[in-house]
Every structure is written in C-alpha cells, then in structure tokens.
C-alpha cells in the first residue's frame, strides 16, 4: 500500500512542483508564516487571517470571505499548475472531467494548508476568549462553507464547459486535425515536449477517492487526442483566470462602498492569487524563456509606470499643485532659517505664551507639556488612554494647563483627538473614545492598494477648491474621518485663532523629508525658531517651515487628517506624499527622526528658557511612550551562516528605538541642567514586551485592545500617576 501511495499521482505532484515549479510553493510558504506567526508578527498580520474584521466586527461573515479567497487561491495554484504540468501526465487526457481529477491530487499542499488555518483560528479564539466553543464553531464553518462554495461555484463551470477524450472522440473520430502547417508544427513541438517531459505515475486518486491504475486507458488513444483535451482545458483554465483579475479590476469601482471592502487578509490572499496566476501565465507562454520574459515584462513596465500616464505622485489635500513648484535648495533654506526669520517666529510665540498665562489666576502657573511617540494604532490608542488618566488627575484642567504638544505617528493622532474632545468639550474622558480611537482602519486601506493603487487611478475627488485621486491615503483619512465623526476634519488654519488664544495646545506636526534628512515643521504658525543658531556658520540647517517653504500653494488649506498622515507614513500601507517642489520632496515618518518628540519639545524649551522660568512655576514634561524605556537586553541568535549575515542588519534596525531613546536622554539631560528644579519629567510606558504585546498595525484585535488599555495599571504607569497627584 506505501508503494502505492509512493508511485501515485499526488505524490509525482509535489515533485513536479520541487522541480519544475519552485516559485508556486514559495507563495505557500508566505501563506503558512503569515497565518502561522513566523512572518510579519510585530505587524499584527496573522491577526489579519485570524481574527478579520469585515463590517467593523468579527463575524461569520469575515471568516466566510477569508474562505473563499483561500479556496481562490488554492484554485488559482491547481489552475497554474494544471496549465503548466498537465501534459506531464498523457494518462490525465483519458479520464473523464481531467482537471477535476488533476486537482483533486493535487490538493495535499492546499488541503493541508486549510487544516493549519482552521487549527491557528481554533487556538487563536480559544487563547483570546474569542467565544466559546459554539462561537468558535460558528467562525470555523464560516470559513469552511467560503471554501465549500466557492469550489462549487468554479466546478459547475469547468464541469459544463470542459472536454474529455470522450467528448474529443466523438466529435472527430479519425482523430483528424485540418490546421495550417503552422498550427501542425505547434502541435508537433507539444507532443514533443510531452514525451521529453513525460513524468511516470503508475496510480491515481479518483473523484470517489480510490486509487486507480494510470494504465488502464491510456494505451488506447491516439496521442494527438490527449493533447487536445489538454489545449482546451487550458484556455478554459485561462478564460477563469481572466475573469477572476477583470472581478477584482471590477471592485475597484466600489470600493467606497462599505460591503465591499473585504477583510485585510483576504485583500493579501487576492494579491497573491493575482501573483500565481500572473507568474504561471507568464511561465507557460514563455517556458524555458521564463526568466528572460520576466525581466523583459519587469524593464517594460519600469518604463511604463516612469510616464506622466501612469507615474503618480501622492499629493497633500488642501495644497494647491497648478503654481510653479517651489524651489527646494540650499540657498532658499538658508533664507527661510534666517536671524529675520528666526526672530520673527520668536516674537510670535512669545505672543502666544503671553496669552496662555493670562487664562490664569496665578501670577506664575504650571505649564506642561506633552511628547507622545509613534507606533500606529497600538500608539494612538494608549497616548489616548494615559491623556484621560492624567487628566482625571488635573480635574479636567490637563489640555488648559498644556502649551505644546510634540511627537510622531500614531501617538500625534491620539493627542490631536484628544484635544478636539476637551476643545469641544465633548466628555474627554468617556470610554466611548477608546472605542472611536481603536476601530478598525486597515481593511479599507489594503483593499484600495490591491483595487485601485497597484493599476491606474480612476476615480477623484475635491478637497479645497481641488481635484486629487482617490488612492489608499485618501481611504485612510475617510475612515479615521469616520470611526473619529469628522472632529480632526478641518484645514490646518482652523487651529490658528484658537492656537494662538491659548484655548488648545499647539500641536506641532513634524515628519522627516527623505531628500536630505531634516524635518519639515507643519503649523498654522511660524516655527522658524526650531533652526536657531542655523545661522551659524558651523550649524546645519535642521527643519523647514512649512509655510514659508510652500508660501504660494495655500499651506493653510492643507487638511489637518493629512498632515497627521504625512507623520504617520508606514512603508506601503500609507504612501508618501510629494509636495510641490523642485526637485520632488517626498515625506516620510516622523518617527525616523525622533520618535518621541523629545527634540522638539527640548528645543522649545532651550529656545524660550528665561520667558519660562520667569513666568512659571514649573514645568513638567508627560512623556507617553508606546515601548519599555529599558527593555531587557537580548542575546545574540546569529548562529548559522545566513542569521550571522543578516546579523548586522537586523541588529541596526532593532536597537533604533533605543539609540534615538539614549540621545533622547542626553537632550534632556542638558535641558535639564539648565531649569533645574524648575523641570520634571513624567513618563509613561506601555511595557508589553510578550507575545501578547499589540502589533505595530492600524487594526487591533480585542485581546490587543485590553492589553493596551490595562497597561496603565502597571506599576511604573501607576507611579506616573501619582507623581502628577503631587
């Protein structure tokens, strides 16, 4: 029986597969990491497969939709390799419905993929109390009844339009083939190519799922017959596929609408299957030329997407891009950080800080500033968390008694929520914001990339007396627009009057300009004195002021949700923005520079030391951070020879946070040297540093959400609180 199963047609294969068809089992091996924890568990990505989100909750229905894009993908893998490896096997040709029986053995890598899955999502709802064992019952058949049907759906159509070699038989007898010669030599060449590539299979797995005999009808027909059956189950193999790419092409046109924007998951399954089915057409037009068709397509599209007709550059809402673009170089640089400019800009806050001391009784009051630091939503939604604790602490008085407001990413997010809260008066502190600030902002996003981003944009939209494109940045700022009910939706110079009264705190949004590495300061007002001492001749030129660098685009009008967007740029899931400059200046996070806010709220303080110490009793500094001070030092794993490679690499891009936290501490530290007593610095630290520490992501599970929010009982966040009580 072992023999058997060893000469078998599933078993042949998974060796076709290893030797002819290496890049289909690379898909698969995404596939089991990303559900399996090994690939992208900091991102939250196996989260997406185990836990998706469809319609703002966790359903039946996000799992059924999770079933059918695996099965998808799954068809799409047997479809390729049917299109690729069918001929390998002449005796397919003799059987009755040859590609139902193809995959059928050719489902051990799918099938076993679909136990795996059901069996992370068991383990996964069970460890987060995701329901109990009906509930998880109710999400495993979801999943299962997606898969169910969709191969039902695909198998009615191959079944009524497939051909076996009975069906050839009768429709042609003689076997006789009228083709040009042209058309005789292909087929020559095919059958050629079948014998060379002639894989031997004594057995076979049948639909009733009984092994049979290869040989028990393929001695009898005419070789040019098999191969016909083999050509038109191809083109019918083709037809489906091209439908399934004009579906998705399809979807893009309401990917606005709510039911359609399917869960992030399976968004990432649907890319894939759009991969195998590209790579497989690719691979059976041109064969053994794959690799040079591949780069030739590569080279032509490279050359493509560089014309004005595809290229896109991800514009700011709100700027006006029809002026001649301003000119980004050395020399205006210099200008705009100027001594004029730099003590224009000084004047002007010092303006504002008179008019925040006068909301007060106290000849001297307590001024406090806050830094958050970025790390998407996991981010946001503590920043929100500790600013309703502290201020519970201040009697509600927390927003008044803040001047400044610095810091990066999703942490800015959740400080600019909460200040239109309190600004609005609108119960700050209710656990209703929480929820607000946690609700799901990924699943649009994906589902607009894999739609619309990765093909020509069709769709626009006015913002501003303007007209832009609908892409992936415009969904995220729709959705926060909506799970926040429009409170950040306003132009930056709504901020301005109330900035500059003293009735909020200033929240100055920076990000990181990835042509040469300063920061670009976006504000309602002048932030020249962030560059003091620029001047000099030893001194580098650090930031930009927005306005004076885009003084003739209407930086006022720049929507407030982009702004925040443009500190919050995370490689592809949120595009970096192109403003109108010469040559392009193209914004990236925040969080590359300084990750915490730390520099600029220091800067500040350098900058108006004797206004502050003269005119406040004290400042105290709430620092809110999305990661352990101090986490534990880890061992080095580079053991074989690819870990000691990587080593390097690996090691730069994970000691980051820490290295831009230690001179994070020596700014404060010289800061501090300067006020004295007059400066105390209180932080908080979401800890988690398990394997149930929320992920870097914009879409939390509910185990995630609790994490964040119990993280204020710890010890050091506790001790936070008191220090603000004294």
């Not at 929100?384 to 008044?400: C, I, K, W």
Request: charged share 20%; with cysteine.
């Amino acid at each position: 029986m072992l023999k058997k199963i060893w000469s078998s047609f599933p078993v042949q294969l998974l060796v076709v597969h290893v030797k002819y068809n290496q890049f289909l089992l690379v898909y698969w091996f995404i596939l089991f990491s990303s559900v399996g924890g090994s690939f992208g568990e900091n991102l939250g990505i196996p989260y997406l497969f185990l836990d998706p989100v469809y319609l703002d909750e966790v359903s039946i229905w996000g799992f059924f939709i999770m079933g059918i894009a695996v099965a998808g993908f799954g068809m799409a893998f047997n479809i390729t390799s049917y299109i690729l490896d069918g001929f390998r096997f002449p005796f397919l040709g003799t059987l009755p419905k040859p590609l139902a029986h193809f995959c059928i053995n050719n489902s051990i890598i799918p099938f076993s993929f679909l136990v795996f899955y059901v069996i992370k999502i068991i383990q996964f709802q069970h460890d987060t109390g995701g329901g109990a064992g009906q509930g998880i019952a109710i999400k495993v058949a979801g999943v299962l009844l997606g898969c169910i049907a969709f191969l039902i759906f695909l198998f009615a159509y191959f079944f009524k339009t497939n051909r076996d070699i009975f069906k050839v038989l009768g429709i042609n007898q003689q076997l006789k083939i009228k083709r040009t010669n042209s058309q005789k030599l292909k087929a020559f060449r095919k059958l050629q190519s079948l014998r060379r590539s002639r894989v031997k299979v004594n057995y076979y797995l049948s639909l009733n799922f009984k092994f049979y005999s290869t040989r028990r009808f393929e001695e009898y027909y005419d070789r040019m017959a098999i191969l016909r059956v083999f050509l038109q189950n191809q083109r019918n193999a083709i037809i489906i596929e091209s439908l399934v790419l004009l579906i998705i092409f399809g979807l893009g046109l309401f990917q606005d609408v709510a039911i359609f924007q399917i869960p992030a998951a399976a968004s990432g399954v649907l890319l894939l299957t759009m991969i195998v089915m590209l790579t497989g057409a690719l691979s059976f037009w041109f064969r053994s030329w794959i690799i040079s068709g591949i780069v030739g397509v590569f080279i032509l599209l490279n050359i493509v997407f560089a014309t004005d007709f595809l290229s896109y550059q991800y514009p700011a809402y709100g700027l006006n891009y029809e002026s001649a673009p301003a000119e980004y170089k050395l020399e205006n640089l210099q200008e705009y950080a100027s001594e004029q400019n730099v003590e224009a800009s000084k004047e002007y806050m010092l303006k504002v800080l008179e008019n925040w001391k006068a909301k007060f009784k106290e000849e001297k009051p307590k001024m406090v500033l806050v830094t958050v630091s970025g790390g998407g939503q996991r981010s946001a939604l503590w920043t929100t968390n500790v600013l309703q604790h502290a201020d519970s602490v201040f009697e509600g008085e927390l927003m008044n008694n803040t001047f400044m407001i610095t810091g990066a990413s999703g942490g800015l997010f959740g400080a600019a929520f909460y200040r239109e809260l309190a600004w609005k008066n609108l119960n700050p502190q209710a656990h209703e914001h929480l929820v607000d600030i946690s609700k799901d902002v990924l699943n649009p996003v994906i589902f607009t990339l894999l739609v619309n981003d990765l093909f020509v944009k069709f769709r626009s939209f006015e913002y501003g007396g303007f007209k832009y494109k609908k892409e992936r940045g415009y969904e995220f700022e729709q959705r926060l627009k909506s799970n926040l009910h429009g409170l950040l939706d306003r132009p930056i110079s709504a901020y301005r009057v109330p900035e500059y009264n003293a009735e909020i705190p200033l929240l100055i949004v920076g990000s990181t300009i990835t042509n040469d590495g300063r920061k670009l300061y976006v504000s309602p007002h002048p932030t020249a004195f962030f560059n003091t001492g620029a001047n000099k001749d030893h001194s580098k030129i650090q930031g930009v002021d927005f306005n004076l660098l885009l003084a003739q685009h209407q930086p006022d009008s720049l929507r407030f949700l982009t702004a925040l967007r443009m500190s919050a740029t995370f490689p592809y899931f949120s595009p970096s923005i192109s403003l109108p400059t010469t040559p392009k200046m193209s914004i990236a996070d925040a969080g590359i520079s300084d990750n915490y806010g730390i520099s600029d709220a220091t800067t500040f303080l350098h900058v108006f030391k004797d206004w502050i110490k003269e005119n406040t009793s004290e400042v105290v500094m709430i620092t809110i951070r999305d990661s352990s001070k101090e986490p534990p030092v880890e061992e080095d794993h580079s053991k074989n020879l690819v870990q000691k490679f990587i080593s390097p690499i690996q090691g730069a891009v994970r000691s980051w946070d820490q290295i831009q936290t230690i001179k994070n501490e020596q700014r404060f530290d010289m800061i501090s040297s300067d006020y004295g007593s007059h400066l105390r610095r209180v932080e908080f630290e979401y800890q988690n540093q398990k394997s149930n520490r929320a992920s870097l992501s914009w879409r939390l599970t509910d185990r995630e959400i609790q994490n964040i929010l119990d993280g204020i009982k710890d010890d050091i966040n506790q001790k936070a609180l008191k220090e603000l009580e004294k």
